[in-house]
């Protein structure tokens, strides 16, 4: 079966960094994205950046945009987002996510999900 597993988010004050890593098993490596989402309290899941696993095209929310890097290690099947300088209003679980189907999107339709690592920024 597909798993996924976020870990490394945390509680850290405005300006400071974190390194999320998703890591992936039960899934062929593939042309198809994985990305990030995150969602705050009362509000929608929100996409946040994707790569794919073949090629360096990668796919940015403007709210993150020159803050955010998100990278991807084939061999150990793992997506890392790096985020810097983050802001308070970063707070959110953020969820990892992949998919098999094809979609003409790049930031919907995605079927499998992790359970989700919960950031905290306070300023």
């Known amino acids: 079966q597909v798993q996924l597993v976020e870990s490394g988010g945390g509680s850290v004050q405005a300006g400071d960094s974190l390194r999320l890593s998703c890591a992936f098993s039960?899934?062929?490596?593939?042309?198809?994205?994985v990305g990030w989402f995150r969602q705050a309290p009362g509000k929608e899941r929100e996409f946040v950046a994707a790569i794919r696993w073949t090629g360096s095209n990668t796919y940015y929310a403007d709210s993150v945009k020159g803050r955010f890097t998100i990278s991807r290690n084939n061999d150990k099947s793992t997506v890392y987002l790096q985020m810097n300088s983050l802001k308070p209003e970063d707070t959110a679980v953020y969820y990892c996510?992949?998919?098999?189907?094809?979609?003409?999107?790049?930031?919907?339709?995605?079927?499998?999900w992790g359970q989700g690592t919960q950031v905290t920024v306070s300023s």
């Open positions: 039960g899934l062929a490596i593939n042309t198809n994205p």
């Open positions: 996510a992949t998919k098999t189907r094809y979609s003409s999107s790049i930031t919907a339709d995605y079927a499998y």
